[in-house]
């Protein structure tokens, strides 16, 4: 199973990754600022993704490599750049806000104390008043001044009550981003990042109460001669495919997410093998029981499987581990010719 960039960049390639990352921008005039050198990572990294098929159409159409265009794939093919946007966009709506209620704040506080300046002013004014003129003059004024601070009150919770509704919609709209930020944009599945957060959860949470949880891995067969024969939008065609199938398999509580290119993964919480492997089944006829046609040209395609892998939770697993058995049971369906599901604990037992 194929590592993301993330991945690569803790294991020794990495080393020989980030040399060809500055061989590669110094051939293109790319200067090598820390977001050009995290761009062309994930571009070399991973050169069929959304973001390599799009620096390859800038290269190729001699598109300069400006500070703009960088912050435009930035904010568009990395989550964090996306995410760091709208929370600066947020910030400032918030900034905005809070400088409202504090005027208002202020303003009310100026009118409470110029009422109580009115009212210690009525109280000394009562004691001296000598006739009914004199205290029909005084309760006059302490009227007007109870419905001007009445109003000073109203305008605050009028104002309150909008900065609540701002802020409410800000935090459902950096919730949308941060869940936006979480998902495959292609196949809108959990990405790899939403993937490692629940699996390292879901192993916590399995090791404190033991029950079972198992972890599925998923390759879809011969891509990459898929890929090669009929082009990157029908490949993408394939796996948006793929994932809508694993998808609805891989409803909550399940999580279902694309671990990276042609891979997928389902965590199934307090689910026993039988079950996973019905449901692993199920996904892989399903997927290979359709003849695929190519879109633009109406080109059938033919049939697409998988290959699948799943692995028990251990006490005392964590997200690695678990993940390394579940990807030694995938390669062990490519290597029995691929379109099947094994179990871990059943190669084991074989070995």
């Known amino acids: 199973m194929a590592s993301s960039v993330e991945t690569t960049l803790r294991e020794p390639g990495a080393y020989n990754l980030s040399r060809r990352v500055i061989d590669e921008m110094e051939a293109a005039g790319v200067w090598p600022t820390p977001l050009n050198f995290e761009l062309w990572l994930h571009y070399l990294g991973d050169p069929d993704g ?39 966009d947020a910030g400032r709506v918030l900034d905005r806000e809070l400088s409202s209620v504090a005027e208002a704040i202020s303003r009310a506080h100026k009118s409470q104390s110029a009422y109580g300046q009115t009212l210690d002013k009525a109280a000394s004014s009562i004691e001296s008043a000598g006739d009914g003129a004199a205290l029909k003059s005084i309760v006059g004024n302490l009227t007007t001044a109870t419905r001007r601070i009445q109003r000073e009150n109203e305008t605050l919770e009028k104002r309150l009550d909008v900065s609540t509704k701002e802020v409410a919609r800000l935090r459902e709209h950096l919730e949308q981003v941060r869940r936006d930020a979480m998902t495959d944009a292609l196949t809108n599945l959990a990405n790899r990042k939403a993937f490692d957060e629940h699996l390292a959860a879901a192993c916590e949470q399995a090791n404190a109460t033991n029950e079972p949880m ?16 009929w082009g990157h939008q029908t490949g993408d065609q394939v796996l948006r495919y793929v994932a809508s199938v694993i998808g609805r398999f891989g409803q909550l ?31 892989r006829k399903e ?65």
């Open 287 to 351: 997927i290979s029981s359709r003849s695929l046609r190519r879109r633009s040209t109406n080109d059938e395609l033919g049939a697409v499987t998988i290959s699948a892998g799943f692995a028990l939770h251990r006490p005392g697993d964590t997200a690695s581990t678990l993940l390394e058995r579940a990807d030694t049971a995938l390669y062990a369906s490519k290597r029995a010719g691929r379109n099947r599901v094994t179990a871990a604990d059943v190669l084991e037992q074989a070995a």
């Open 50 to 88: 959304a973001l390599g098929r799009e620096i390859q159409r800038l290269l190729a159409e001699q598109e300069p490599f400006t500070e703009a265009t960088a912050d435009m794939l930035a904010a568009e093919y990395l989550p964090r750049g996306r995410l760091t946007e709208e929370i600066r």
């Open 253 to 283: 509580p399940r999580i279902a997410a694309r671990y990276g290119g042609e891979e997928f993964a389902v965590i199934f919480p307090r689910e026993d093998a039988g079950h996973v492997a019905t449901a692993l089944e199920a996904i």
């Open 214 to 229: 198992i972890l599925a891995v998923l390759d879809v067969d011969h891509f990459k001669r898929f890929n090669d024969t």
